[in-house]
């Protein structure tokens, strides 16, 4: 019988982690890893193997590389169900957790998505939850060092993004709330920067998805007033973060700092992106700052309401000339009594 290399054992002892802590990152079960310590299991599953690095902030391109080791092909679309199953068992437990790019990142919002309850979230413009697929993808993505991981890294991230959607509209229709706390200065800033005259004649199909992107936020708000709720604030914090199950007996909170520029390989394979945690001392620091927020709601012009946000949102669509895409965009979702996102 053939013995294969000992790569993922090696790479578990060299990460400083226990069997529990891998099993709460990676969702593989402390019974499965502990064989495989003991080297009971030889040959570990292809996406037991995958989802082991994806935790530990592999890329693609060093999972493939690690993959060739036990005889496996590289990564490709038939493993992705696998690995999105053991993405749903992840636990986030007492420690800060490192979250590297945006694959990994993802993961972590598709599993915190699955843990349910009220999400309140501190950001510069709405959640990215409610961008269209097309324009979430329009985003610049680190480069893998071969084509075909580069392309099954584009293919996993819009899975996992939709399946972190799925969840979403599952956790709404349970009636799970979902707060949004928004810089006034830093959304119109966003507005000049996504819809000026100049990226209008330069890409008109992402003016489009933008439109679209702000009426998901502004028809969810006007459609469920109490359950989706989009404050413009007049402070702006230092992070951006997110707090889920925020009124629940174990919040988890992931705080990150917005990135400005990509680098290429040889500059940084793994570009931070954020920690995660559920430390009360952690916790408390960001539950103070959600507070701060909900006291700095601006109240001008009603804006605090539903019906106040959608007229501001209007106006900043007004001022460069596209507000009529805004009406079809937001006319069209609230045709439909349910939540609805394009």
């Not at 992705?80 to 490192?98: D, M, S, T, V, Y």
Request: include cysteine; proline fraction near 4%; charge should be neutral.
């Amino acid at each position: 019988m053939r013995r294969f290399p000992r790569t993922l054992i090696k790479i578990i002892d060299k990460s400083g982690l226990n069997i529990n802590q891998i099993s709460k990152m990676s969702g593989i079960s402390n019974t499965y890893l502990n064989k495989l310590k003991k080297e009971r299991i030889n040959h570990p599953g292809k996406d037991k193997i995958a989802s082991i690095l994806l935790a530990l902030n592999y890329s693609i391109t060093d999972i493939n590389n690690i993959l060739a080791g036990y005889d496996y092909m590289p990564l490709n679309d038939h493993d992705i169900p696998e690995i999105l199953k053991n993405n749903n068992h992840r636990k986030f437990e007492g420690r800060i957790i490192p979250n590297f790019n945006y694959i990994h990142f993802e993961l972590v919002m598709a599993a915190l998505e699955n843990i349910g309850g009220t999400k309140i979230i501190v950001k510069r413009r709405p959640s990215d939850i409610y961008m269209p697929m097309e324009l979430y993808m329009m985003k610049e993505f680190p480069t893998e060092s071969s084509s075909e991981a580069d392309g099954f890294y584009k293919k996993f991230t819009y899975d996992v993004v939709a399946e972190r959607k799925m969840l979403f509209i599952k956790n709404c229709q349970k009636g799970y709330g979902f707060e949004t706390y928004m810089c006034r200065k830093c959304l119109e800033e966003s507005f000049f920067r996504n819809f000026g005259l100049d990226i209008q004649g330069a890409n008109p199909r992402k003016i489009e998805l933008g439109t679209q992107y702000f009426a998901n936020a502004v028809s969810a708000a006007l459609k469920f007033p109490e359950q989706h709720k989009n404050r413009v604030v007049k402070k702006c914090g230092y992070f951006q973060f997110q707090v889920q199950d925020a009124y629940g007996k174990t919040p988890k909170v992931s705080f990150s700092a917005e990135r400005r520029h990509m680098f290429n390989e040889e500059l940084d394979e793994l570009t931070l992106e954020s920690f995660l945690s559920d430390a009360p001392g952690v916790l408390d620091i960001f539950l103070n700052e959600i507070n701060s927020s909900k006291n700095a709601i601006e109240t001008s012009d009603g804006m605090d309401t539903p019906d106040g946000f959608h007229s501001y949102v209007r106006s900043l669509f007004s001022q460069y000339g596209i507000e009529s895409g805004f009406d079809t965009a937001l006319s069209f979702l609230m045709n439909y009594p349910e939540l609805k996102l394009y």
